[in-house]
């Protein structure tokens, strides 16, 4: 019997499971069943929480920041490995304060060890903040059908720890027409696939500092969650 506990960022959920020395071996069919929503307990993806030092893939972590104790082994819906996930580190990080496993003092960050290297977490009275650091573009601009879209679309790729295509739309009606029960095609797919982020920007896009978009995703591995915290970025 492995215990679980459940969480959300924003709508986007997860099942916790708190492995600190690395036991489990969870495989890719494993993960699928418990994420399932009809069959499973039913999740966007797993946190695993393990130690950096008991995980092959933290030992980046820890050479590239020596306190980042803990490593999110992140696992999207269909058990596929991926390298970054902005909601699910923040309920990832509130797991570890919550339980007790670190403490993230005023003034102070907590680095959590992922793929895409060490993040650094935050917490305020609003919650949890991540830096996701820089992005880049990739590089790979592909081609966007989707259902609900009249023509395809040029989709402009970008790289924010894990891959993402941006694809811009004209209005919000547009965005409402769109079915992401299917995932949409991209033409080249990009070698590791792509998070698909459709937005709108809002009018104007920038207020007070804070830019603002209608954003619909369609998540590599996932499908369609209800937020999505490195495509909001």
Known sequence: MVAFTKGHGTGNDFIIIADPDGALDLTSEQVAVLCDRHFGIGADGILR???SAAIDDGQA????????EWFMDYRNADGSIAEMCGNGIRVFAHY????GLATIDPGSTLPIGTRAGVRDVTSSDTGYQVDLGLWKLSGIDPL???????????????????PHVVVALASEAELASLELYRSPQLDPIPPAGANVEFVVPGEPLV?????HVTLRVSERGVGGPLSCGTGGA
């Not at 570890?96 to 339980?99: E, H, I, K, P, T």
């Open 61 to 68: 972590s820890l050479a590239e920041e020596p306190d980042a």
């Open 96 to 99: 570890l304060v919550r339980s």
């Open 207 to 211: 207020r007070d500092g804070i830019g």
């Open 144 to 162: 966007v059908t989707a259902d609900g879209l009249s023509v395809t679309r040029p989709g402009l790729g970008i790289d924010v720890g894990n």
């Open 49 to 51: 929480v393990v130690r």
